[in-house]
């Protein structure tokens, strides 16, 4: 149901080709609409994430965000042109409604391969998008506006025959608050790398369009998002954020040391979109790892989709009111966006460490561990798989104790530790440390 939502979202209001078409037809600025709606957008999941507390009003939630979207995107089809700022408003507020209601069953059911998940919805939904920019060639904006009305009565439908039972128990038990350090933590980071998207869509796009249509700007982003599709079941959470930061960063510099030549902006362009795939891909899989860990998922998304967000719309602020003035303002661009880069991949390993030791914390509060204890478990499974030596650094990893300390403690290498860890982590179906105290934790929940 998020697919055919999302779908309706990059299609029209978010700087859609459906926008896109409709503002040149009447006349209106599509870029200050486009912000507008980014705006109200943010603001509407940063308040729903702080005034909606119950989860269990999630499929309310669902309902309520599809109809009043669909109902309000009817007007715009018999608006004058000076209400139009006013409905993308209402439109950008109503519709973080659906997004925030949809936390809650995404983070409760989606277990594990929320990699592949989330690309395969994106995906999804940016084939609609290529599918709108294909019509506007041939159909009246208007019948275009109409079409988009399908994905949201599809999403509407959905939502309303699925199932609303209880949402699956938590990891951690209900009393355990959100730490002071991660949410800030996480909300640096994806401030400072969709900044950078913001960046991207004022500036660069720009040029990419002077050497090519504005829709195939698409084709990069949707190759990452295949990208993800084929290894998100093979890979850790955390290196589509290495990447997708080492990625961009060589984008901006591309960008900033190649002149305004195709070849600079192609290349540019092709590594930025690629690592925006992979950025949002791993946004939407971290945030339900961390609503699951703290049981806020209202909360977790509420702060890290506005703040994704408010990104763009601050990066496109600052292109339009301050470096589309400057005579350098590429190498500018580049230079900022690298500096933010540079600052999140000093973050990344803080937020990982942050987030473990929490994990540690808790379990270590549950109970005393051993391996016998561990096997009672019906949550634990495979156990007996790993040999005598894997059974002891398993039991050292979850008391909290470093490559260094298990190597010290047995005597080993740390190669060998790691070589022991990834086998591990093949028998019981985990991508790393974060993924075994997690599943630890959720066995002793």
Not at 21 to 27: I, N, P, T, V, Y
Not at 83 to 106: A, E, Q, R, T
Not at 130 to 151: E, V
Not at 358 to 374: C, E, G, T, V
């Amino acid at each position: 149901m998020l697919a055919f939502f999302f779908a309706w979202l990059l299609s029209f209001p978010l700087h859609g080709p459906v926008l896109f078409a409709l503002a040149a037809d009447r006349g209106l600025d599509f870029e200050r609409l486009g912000l507008l709606f980014t705006l109200a957008h943010a603001g509407g999941l940063f308040f729903c994430g702080v005034l909606f507390k119950k989860e269990e009003h999630w499929k309310g939630l669902m309902i309520k965000g599809a109809a009043l979207t669909l109902a309000i995107s009817l007007i715009t089809l018999s608006i004058e042109n000076v209400f139009m700022p006013f409905v993308l408003i209402l439109l950008g507020i109503v519709s973080s409604f659906f997004v925030i209601g949809w936390s809650v069953p995404y983070t409760r059911g989606i277990k594990t391969g929320r990699l592949t998940f989330m690309a395969s919805v994106i995906i999804l939904a940016n084939l609609f998008y290529i599918l709108f920019a294909f019509l506007a060639i041939f159909i009246s904006p208007d019948i275009l506006l109409i079409l988009t009305y399908l994905p949201l009565l599809f999403s509407l439908k959905t939502t309303i025959t699925c199932s609303d039972r209880p949402p699956v128990k938590a990891t951690l038990p209900a009393n355990v608050k959100t730490s002071h350090k991660i949410l800030p933590l996480l909300c640096i980071l994806v401030f400072c790398l969709y900044i950078n998207g913001g960046i991207m869509y004022d500036i660069v796009i720009p040029s990419y369009i002077d050497f090519l249509s504005r829709h195939t700007v698409i084709l990069p982003y949707v190759g990452g998002l295949f990208f993800m599709w084929f290894l998100g079941r093979r890979i850790t959470t955390a290196l589509p954020l290495y990447l997708s930061a080492g990625l961009m960063g060589l984008g901006f510099i591309a960008f900033a040391f190649l002149n305004t030549s195709f070849i600079s902006f192609f290349t540019g362009g092709l590594l930025i979109l690629f690592s925006l795939a992979l950025l949002d891909v791993f946004l939407w899989t971290i945030l339900g790892h961390v609503a699951e860990r703290y049981r806020t998922p209202f909360k977790i998304f509420g702060w890290g989709l506005s703040l994704n967000v408010f990104a763009l719309f601050t990066g496109s602020l600052l292109v339009q009111n301050w470096l589309n003035h400057m005579p350098n303002k590429y190498f500018t661009a580049s230079f900022l966006a690298s500096g933010l880069i540079f600052l999140v991949v000093i973050l990344i390993p803080s937020f990982i460490q942050k987030m473990e030791d929490d994990l540690h914390k808790k379990l270590n509060r549950a109970s005393p561990l051993n391996m016998d204890f561990l096997k009672s478990l019906p949550g634990m499974p495979n156990l007996d798989s790993l040999t005598h030596r894997e059974q002891e650094i398993l039991i050292l990893i979850l008391n909290g104790d470093a490559n260094k300390k298990i190597a010290e403690k047995l005597f080993i290498s740390e190669n060998t530790v790691k070589a022991h860890q990834k086998r591990i982590n093949q028998k019981l179906g985990t991508s790393g440390k974060h993924d075994l105290l997690a599943l630890t934790i959720k066995a002793l929940h």
